[in-house]
Nanobody, 130 residues
């Protein structure tokens, strides 16, 4: 079983940076891929980034590529999302999630599917002002 606690959200001006943290419990943490999703008001939840169980491969939606970086620390059961050059359209509630389905080498089109993630944090609000 995995439980997730998110932190790091807040209000930032366009062009600024935030680092989101996700603390995970469970001794099987390193066996699972991890992902970040976000949901803006009036919109569906969308995939943002994912990382394989070892941290060797990362995946990003096109709109954040080059600006966001996902990383993990399997020793301390932590997942991070470093967000730079933030834009107003990045405003959303951000969720970290556990992927128990992804293999060691998950296909990029599969790992972004919301249905692959079985455990979710409560979300942290990120607001980017112009």
């Amino acid at each position: 079983q995995v439980q997730l606690v998110e932190s790091g959200g807040g209000l930032v001006q366009a062009g600024g940076s935030l680092r989101l943290s996700c603390a995970a419990s469970g001794r099987t943490f390193s066996r699972y891929a991890m992902g970040w999703f976000r949901q803006a008001p009036g919109k569906e939840r969308e995939f943002v980034a994912a990382i394989t169980r070892s941290g060797g491969t990362t995946y990003y939606t096109n709109s954040v590529k080059g600006r966001f970086t996902i990383s993990r620390d399997n020793v301390n059961n932590m997942v991070y999302l470093q967000m730079n050059s933030l834009k107003p359209e990045d405003t959303a509630v951000y969720y970290c999630a556990v992927n128990q389905i992804a293999p060691i080498f998950p296909p990029s089109d599969a790992i972004q599917r919301e249905s692959q993630y079985s455990y979710w944090g409560q979300g942290t609000q990120v607001t980017v002002s112009s």
